[in-house]
């Protein structure tokens, strides 16, 4: 296995995900074990101990530790990897924050998984759609391909930008099912990721320190400027997987509009859902209905030009939430409802509560939401399904 | 894409930030006496010269010590050193021991030859000196230092005075005093041995022919104990005794011997005596622990043999076929306020007898004003004289046991130096130089004692008592360097800064600057916490407030 | 007299933001200078952070990352890491916390740090309490002792911080005073040139925190040495004691005396902590005699 294959392999999305750090060659990669992610550590601890990785690996106490090792050696100039779950994303919270005001570079796995309690092991992607807050960037992955190149993407990403990045793909759906991946060449990745050499660093020549306490404008412009850096990222990454695309044959959009164009109600979503939500799609064009399907792929910074783009004219839209948000109900629903605000010609917008906890949601199901649905009054609070 | 430049970095350093304006009060760096240096009759840079001692700078420390002194190995050797009573040092352990440290950097200096270095300048301007010992030889020293032309009057055949006639060799070994005396001599004064100016018109003559004249005869004339019969073949007086043992002349007295007094010449002619071969007795008014003589020197005449007869006082003598009967009374000593005054009372039923062969009364000397009718006027038992030292007649001025009653060697060398400041400004108004105000001594509680741990004084190695009966072998020792240079490092060097750097390293602001032989206070940053001051090791840095 | 010798070299400056005789500024110093320019230094929150810091400005020559309070030892681990991964790996990393960011809220990462054995020197400026945010107490409070927090006194002991760190066997322990800059520089020398987890230990009395006043905190440490209350030793691989300072030659009673936050203390209670710091110096006794 040190043979660095160029052909297909049967990957679990987990395994995926390794093989994409390794590829990038992290200088660093803090690491704390947590259910469903742990396939990702052990892989990559397995590569480091066979040579094939060459990365510091740190195995600290506790995620906290993780996340806090990842922040101070990005700053130091390293190029960094972790990756975790639910509780373990979580308890980094604070450091989340911490990470995108120190303007990281921070390339981090979240495998979705519902956070205790009670306690639960399922697909659920409230745990980072919590962290919505923090800055980070966020790209959501429906199969083992897609996470293994958006990883490889992310870095050139975060490393330009100097913004950290949340990768994220659905626990068991994506993170233990197993498929044909093309893992690419070496070469191919070196080309394509440029070494990472930030302009501020904590530097023995320079001397230059960071975090110290500030004023409240120096805060205050740390914001404006992340809130300029984050403006770029829609195009940047559109660009990037372009690029990648040009490489390997898949590219990547911010959004990606399945059978949209004309369509009478689109289906919207992320991560797993997705493909079962194109085979609902597919079999509800069989039976007439004008229904498409527009797969969120970065959720942070929202992409809010082109989600108003993508549904201006269609007459209506179902978005299909795994989370579930005290209050506000469905995230993504409340997401978009705020983008299409005032838009001309805006879609009338469902919210549905679907798969919440890890339940199953399976293309049938889909097909009866958007029949009933499209037809129905929309209400403000999201519905739960079933 | 331009990378976004970040703002969070520092760019600068706190330097651009005043903590000075924090303060209300700065230190500053002051160099205080020492209470040594105020104790010092000659105003010896005391802590300083310890301190080059500490650091190996012998050459250094002799050059800080004859500024003030030009007898640092008598000093060394016979000096009462009230430095010592005064050490801050003895509220921890022990004193320092300054003396044998003096005696240390004076016989190195007699050992390497180290001399004088000549006047800078000659002056035409004529000084009489009247008197060889401590007092004329110091002023005779400082004047000619100075450039002046000085002649030195001398009655008896040698220099020294008392140093060399009344200071037995097992305390100064005379070719220390013969060096030191040379020593001063080479600097180009001309000396005339045997001269003794006879009296008022003489001085009057010698006044004529110089620009000035100083007076420092002495105090020749013994004390007479009252009732005792000085022309009684058993009767001595001490001046006389020491005058010729010193020479090295017999005296035919009998085995034992009673000297009468308790002050250092008493010691001086007990234990001469006894290195002589007789049984010496001393008897004095003072009670033991009064005895005015230095406790080392009681110590080491008990150790000698001599008997104390203390609290005691002769009534009178009755002379026999083989010797003499002293009929004593027990008395009750009581000090005055000043040095020298006491009252007593005779004990009831307190007589006693002591046979002995002679009597040596040791009871001091006074000063010979009569002499001097006419021109000089007594005040009490001293001549008079002004604060600058001179005399009532204008350009006499006088000093050591002649004009005071502080009658130790170390006075007579400081009035001598002083003396000659004053008669430098009295005949070259351009060297007037006002004396300075000795000012506030270092108090203990200035001294970090952190850096100075308990250490014993150096007991400074003494003959044995068998050797020092045998000969008139010097009874102190002279220390090793290698303990010089530890005992000096005993000194808390009050009030004279050391370059320790301790102000330097434990600013917590970096705002204490090392500039060219010091320290200076970067105001823009001290705080005024008083940190430096707390822990300076010798008392040099004090805090002033702002307002 | 000894002379102080650690080396001035310009690694700190003045202006920074301590109070007027901070010992802890002064620690700093002493370790700036004596680690020299090849060093990089995480800093959680902590006097130490307001010293060092005050954007736009550095009172201190060597690049700082200020951490969260929690993270001193796993910043400090990927500051490492990164710079062993860039070929950097003689440079020496320090992370500068204090006893919060230490006994209490840091130890959990301090413990990993040490068990993985990470090559950082994690110096611990302890004023035995939250002294940067008005003085509450910590678990390095020691018995009896007045804080914000414990209007009454505390009621249990100091934290044995150093036998926490022996358990972990690392390489290099060790205890440091204010008072004793010498034995401060020594083992920062030493601890510079060990490979691995090395912890350093500084009693820094608080004017504020403690109530002393502006000229006494080297005093007051030099006291809490004296009298054995903070005993000045080293741990060697967990297991070998060595004293430094070889004599508890006072009881404590000078040492509280000077302090506000003993103040009132009743006989009863002074002699609690008198029979505290004599068990204490006690087991020191028998580790370092090898018991």
């Known amino acids: 296995m040190n043979k660095m294959p160029n052909s297909l392999q049967l990957l679990s999305g987990n395994h995926a995900v390794s093989w994409a750090a390794r590829l990038c060659k992290p200088d660093v990669a803090p690491l704390y074990p947590i259910t469903p992610q742990t396939p990702i550590l052990e892989k990559i601890t397995e590569f480091h101990a066979a040579g094939a990785m060459k990365t510091e690996l740190l195995t600290p106490e506790s995620e906290h530790s993780a996340m806090s090792a990842c922040i101070s050696a990005s700053l130091t100039g390293a190029r960094v990897f972790t990756a975790t779950s639910s509780q373990g994303l979580l308890l980094m919270h604070e450091l989340l924050h911490y990470a995108v005001g120190a303007r990281t570079a921070i390339v981090m796995f979240n495998v979705n998984r519902t956070p205790a309690s009670p306690w639960g092991f399922w697909p659920d992607q409230l745990d980072s759609l919590a962290q919505r807050d923090t800055g980070w960037i966020q790209l959501y992955s429906e199969t083992p391909q897609e996470s293994l190149d958006t990883v490889i993407q992310s870095f050139v990403l975060s490393e330009k930008l100097n913004l950290p990045c949340m990768i994220n793909h659905d626990a068991f759906y994506v993170s233990h099912s197993v498929e044909p991946v093309d893992v690419p060449d070496q070469g191919l990745v070196d080309g394509f990721l440029p070494p990472f050499a930030p302009e501020h660093m904590l530097d023995t020549n320079v001397g230059s320190s960071f975090g110290a306490p500030i004023d409240q404008a120096t805060w205050n412009r740390s914001r404006k400027e992340m809130a300029a850096a984050n403006d770029l990222v829609c195009d940047e990454i559109t660009k990037i997987g372009r690029e990648w695309g040009a490489l390997t044959g898949r590219s990547y959009e911010p959004l990606e509009k399945y059978r949209c164009d004309d369509a009478e109600v689109v289906v919207v979503t992320m991560g797993s859902m997705c493909g079962t939500a194109r085979e609902a799609i597919d079999d509800l064009r069989n039976q007439g209905i004008q229904a498409g399907l527009l797969k969120v792929r970065l959720f942070r910074p929202l992409p809010k030009q082109a989600l108003q783009d993508a549904l201006r004219g269609i007459p209506c839209a179902i978005v299909l939430d795994r989370n579930y948000s005290p209050g506000t109900g469905g995230i993504l629903h409340q997401e978009l409802k705020s983008v299409m605000y005032g838009q001309e010609n805006a879609p009338k917008i469902h919210g549905l509560l679907a798969g919440v906890g890890g339940l199953n949601v399976s293309a049938e199901n889909i097909r009866d939401w958007v029949k009933k649905y499209q037809k129905a009054k929309v209400e403000p609070e999201s519905q739960w399904v079933e | ?547 | ?291």
């Not at chain 3, 960011?101 to 130890?107: P, Q, R, S, V, W």
């Not at chain 3, 920062?188 to 925190?209: D, Q, Y």
């Not at chain 3, 103040?263 to 204490?280: C, G, H």
């Open chain 3, 1 to 291: 007299m000894e002379a102080i010798k650690y080396e001035e070299n310009g690694q700190f400056h003045s202006g920074h933001v301590a109070c007027a005789g901070c010992v802890e500024a002064l620690a700093l110093r002493v370790v700036l200078n004596t680690v020299g320019q090849d060093a990089v230094a995480v800093v959680p929150p902590s006097c130490t952070a307001v010293i060092c810091g005050g954007y736009p400005f550095s009172s201190v020559k060597i690049p700082v990352f200020h951490t969260t309070l929690e993270s001193g030892a796993a910043s400090a681990s990927g500051v490492k890491r990164a710079l062993v991964a860039k070929g950097k790996p003689d440079t020496t990393v320090l992370c500068l916390a204090g006893d919060g960011g230490t006994y209490d809220i840091g130890l959990q990462a301090l413990s990993s740090a040490a068990e993985r054995n990470e090559d950082i020197l994690y110096v611990c400026f302890d004023n035995e309490g939250y002294m940067n945010t008005g003085g509450q107490k910590s678990s390095s409070t020691p018995l009896n002792a007045v804080t914000g927090s414990t209007p009454a006194g505390k009621l249990t002991r100091k934290k044995n911080m150093v036998e926490i760190l022996a358990a972990h066997r690392i390489p290099y322990i060790a205890t440091a005073s204010p008072s004793d800059l010498n034995d401060l520089t020594d083992k920062v020398k030493k601890a510079k040139n060990i490979r691995g987890m090395k912890v350093l230990i500084i009693l820094i009395p608080c004017l504020p925190g403690w109530g002393v006043a502006d000229d006494r905190a080297v005093a007051c440490a030099r006291e809490a040495v004296n009298a054995g209350v903070f005993p000045l030793f080293e741990v060697e691989d967990g297991t070998k004691y060595t004293l430094n300072v070889k004599e508890k030659v006072q009881p404590v009673n000078s040492y509280l005396a000077m302090q506000k936050r003993y103040r009132q203390l009743s006989e009863e209670k002074i002699s609690a902590i008198q029979a505290d710091v004599d068990e204490d110096w006690q087991r020191l006794m028998d580790k370092t005699n090898g018991r």
């Open chain 2, 1 to 547: 894409m331009e990378k976004m430049p970040s703002p969070l970095w520092t760019n600068s350093t706190s330097l651009e930030r005043m903590t000075g304006t924090w303060r209300n009060a700065l230190p500053y760096y002051k160099n205080l006496p020492s209470p040594c240096h105020g104790a010092c009759p000659v105003d010896g840079e005391i802590a300083q010269w310890l301190l080059q001692v500490n650091k190996e700078d012998h050459f250094g420390a002799w050059i800080t010590l004859v500024d003030n002194n030009p007898f640092p190995s008598i000093a060394g050797r016979i000096c009462h050193h009230p430095c010592e009573t005064s050490c801050n040092r003895t509220n921890l352990d022990e004193t320092v021991g300054i003396c044998s440290l003096e005696r240390f950097v004076g016989d190195k200096a007699l050992a390497d030859g180290w001399a004088f270095a000549k006047p800078q300048e000659e002056r035409p301007e004529k000084i009489a000196i009247i008197g060889g010992g401590p007092a004329g030889l110091s002023a005779a020293y400082q004047l000619r230092r100075r450039g002046f032309q000085v002649d030195l009057f001398e009655a008896r055949p040698a220099l020294g005075g008392l140093l060399r006639y009344g200071i037995p060799a097992y305390r100064l070994d005379k070719s220390i005093l013969d060096q030191e005396i040379a020593r001063i001599i080479d600097l180009g004064i001309t000396t005339h041995l045997n001269a003794e100016v006879l009296d008022a018109k003489a001085l009057k003559k010698l006044r004529e022919n110089y620009d000035a004249v100083y007076l420092a005869t002495g105090a020749s004339k013994p004390k007479a104990l009252p009732g005792l019969d000085y022309c009684a073949d058993y009767v001595l007086d001490s001046a006389e005794f020491l005058a010729a043992t010193n020479a090295g002349e017999k005296c035919e007295l009998g085995e034992h011997l009673v000297v009468i007094g308790g002050g250092s010449a008493a010691m001086d002619v007990a234990r001469t005596a006894r290195r002589l071969g007789h049984r010496v007795s001393v008897l004095s008014l003072e009670p033991d622990e009064l005895l005015p003589a230095q406790r080392a020197e009681v110590d080491e005449a008990k150790e000698e043999g001599i008997g104390f007869i203390c609290s005691s006082m002769l009534k009178s003598v009755v002379a026999g076929d083989d010797g003499i009967t002293l009929r004593c009374t027990k008395i009750d000593f009581k000090p005055g306020e000043t040095r020298g005054a006491f009252s007593m009372s005779e004990v009831d039923g307190g007589t006693f007898d002591l046979t002995a062969h002679a009597i040596i009364p040791a009871i001091g000397q006074d000063a010979d004003i009569d002499r001097w009718t006419g021109m000089l006027n007594a005040q009490g038992p001293v001549v008079a004289t002004d604060a600058k030292w001179q005399t009532e007649t204008d350009g006499i001025f006088a000093g050591g046991d002649l004009a005071s009653m502080d009658r130790f060697v170390t006075q007579a060398i400081g009035m001598g130096k002083h003396a000659a400041v004053a008669i430098a400004g009295y005949v070259c108004p351009d060297q007037v130089v006002s004396q300075p105000d000795k000012g506030a001594e270092v108090p203990y509680k200035a001294i970090n004692t952190a850096y100075h741990p308990k250490e014993q004084r150096n007991a400074q190695a003494h003959l044995m008592v068998d050797v020092r009966l045998q000969s008139f072998k010097e009874v102190q020792l002279p220390l090793p360097e290698a303990e010089a240079i530890k005992e000096a490092g005993r000194c808390f060097t009050c009030g004279t800064c050391t370059l320790c750097d301790n102000c330097f390293l434990y600013c917590p602001d970096v705002a204490i600057k090392k500039v060219d032989g010091g320290y200076t206070v970067d105001a823009d940053y001290c705080k005024g916490c008083g940190l430096c001051v707390a822990e300076c090791p010798t008392g040099s840095i004090a805090m002033q407030e702002e307002s």
